[in-house]
């Protein structure tokens, strides 16, 4: 009897993404440009930059693959 393989979690992803809840369990993520350089940006950048962004809805079908167990 063959053995199957486990379906495996991308832990950068994981990492990264969240389920945001409701009906369609959409991912939501944090804003890039956030980490470093933070001088020369004003400070309503940085203030928008703190904000949960939803994860745009063409990605969605790869972020499912790379998080199958949620």
Known sequence: MK???KIKTHKGA???FKIRGGKTKSFKTGH???SHILTK???SRKRKLRQ???VCHSDQ???KLMLPNL
């Open 32 to 34: 890039s440009h956030r």
């Open 52 to 54: 949960i962004k939803a």
């Open 41 to 43: 940006k004003s400070t």
């Open 61 to 63: 079908k790869s972020i």
């Open 14 to 16: 994981q990492k990264r």
């Open 3 to 5: 053995k199957k393989n």
